[in-house]
């Protein structure tokens, strides 16, 4: 870490009756990163942000933000905080403009500044054209962006973020990420997220894998991804027996063959397909590249996956196909 820990978690567990929600995690959040805290469903990501946020009682353990202590300066704690919640929190029948003064002058804006601030707000996320509109006149991306612009308005220093982009479609998440990527930059805060797709994960500094209350894997997501091990290449060629010796005994690759393909295991791919597209040569008909995701490494930690879409479904889907031909 080169900036100091902006929150830190120790020994956090939170239990609801015979529930144990949350079970002795610990960990630290540089400031001014951006921290994804990912899990399945009911792993605990919501629990552990209300502890942080103040809004439950752990059972034991201790948190703090920016040197606050969660259970015992709460409101130090809610000052230092902006909250974008798992379901939307905002008034649908007020307006853009109405939303954002109520929050500020809640959060003890002064009312001379109240004005200038949520204008600014509005500004941000490209929504002050629209400002006098009500709400539930908003698409479901422009309501997210006014949430994010909201939980920022008193100028918080971490800004929790509960699965932001729940609902929306692709081209609005990819805004909506744009968006959120600059905050630590343009605001100077730190971000606390959120969410089940493991693609958005990408852009975090860190993250921290929660499954059943227990954290199982905390890193970049560069070391989370070296953990599942290397590259894949698939490779179609006009023989792929004659190939396979070639790629084995000439080459010393680790290749074998799968489902009428040449499937190579390699720390990184790219430092072998030079020579051996070379080597082959003519015999190369289609070359494919699969580089480990954070939904694998999701998948060999839990066994499960954490949402089945993009390039992992449509292996998955591949996969599918090519066991019912066999088997047809
Ligand atoms: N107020 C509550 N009372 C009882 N049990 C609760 C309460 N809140 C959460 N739980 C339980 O605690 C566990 C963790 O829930 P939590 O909402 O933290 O999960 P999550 O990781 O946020 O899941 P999701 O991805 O679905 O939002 C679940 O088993 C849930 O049923
Ligand atoms: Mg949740």
């Known amino acids: 870490m080169d900036r100091p820990p902006i929150i830190k978690v120790e020994n956090l567990v939170k239990k609801f009756g015979n529930i144990t929600a949350v079970r002795g995690i610990g960990f630290e959040v540089e400031e001014g990163s951006i921290f994804g805290f990912l899990g399945p469903n009911g792993a605990g990501k919501t629990t552990t942000i209300n502890v942080l946020c103040t809004l439950l009682s752990p059972t034991s353990g201790s948190a703090s933000i920016d040197g606050h202590d969660c259970m015992k300066q709460s409101a130090l704690v809610r000052k230092s905080i902006g909250i974008v919640f798992q379901d939307t929190t905002l008034d649908k029948d007020l307006t853009a403009f109405e939303n954002l003064s109520f929050h500020a002058y809640l959060y003890g804006v002064k009312k001379t500044e109240i004005k200038g601030r949520v204008d600014e707000a509005l500004k941000f996320v490209n929504l002050y054209e629209r400002k006098n509109d009500l709400v539930k006149k908003f698409s479901g991306g422009m309501k997210r962006r006014l949430e994010v612009t909201r939980g920022l308005i008193h100028r918080p220093r971490v800004l929790f973020l509960d699965e932001p982009t729940l609902g929306l479609d692709p081209q609005s998440r990819t805004n909506l990420?744009?968006?959120?990527?600059?905050?630590?930059?343009?605001?100077?805060?730190?971000?606390?997220?959120?969410?089940?797709?493991?693609?958005?994960?990408?852009?975090?500094?860190?993250?921290?894998?929660?499954?059943?209350?227990?954290?199982?894997?905390?890193?970049?997501?560069?070391?989370?991804?070296?953990?599942?091990?290397?590259?894949?290449?698939?490779?179609?060629?006009?023989?792929?027996?004659?190939?396979?010796?070639?790629?084995?005994?000439?080459?010393?690759?680790?290749?074998?063959?799968?489902?009428?393909?040449?499937?190579?295991?390699?720390?990184?791919?790219?430092?072998?397909?030079?020579?051996?597209?070379?080597?082959?040569?003519?015999?190369?008909?289609?070359?494919?590249?699969?580089?480990?995701?954070?939904?694998?490494?999701?998948?060999?930690?839990?066994g499960k996956a954490i949402r089945e879409e993009g390039a992992g479904a449509t292996d998955t889907i591949k996969e599918a196909v090519r066991a019912y031909r066999r088997r047809h």
């Open 177 to 302: 990420w744009e968006f959120i990527t600059e905050l630590p930059r343009r605001h100077n805060v730190t971000i606390f997220m959120t969410t089940h797709y493991m693609e958005e994960a990408e852009v975090c500094n860190r993250i921290a894998i929660i499954d059943e209350g227990k954290i199982i894997a905390e890193g970049s997501p560069v070391e989370l991804k070296k953990t599942v091990g290397g590259d894949v290449i698939y490779l179609s060629t006009t023989d792929n027996e004659g190939s396979l010796e070639i790629l084995k005994r000439t080459l010393g690759l680790d290749a074998s063959i799968k489902d009428c393909e040449l499937y190579i295991s390699t720390e990184r791919a790219d430092a072998c397909l030079p020579e051996l597209i070379r080597t082959l040569a003519d015999r190369v008909l289609e070359v494919r590249i699969k580089k480990p995701t954070l939904n694998d490494v999701f998948l060999k930690l839990t």
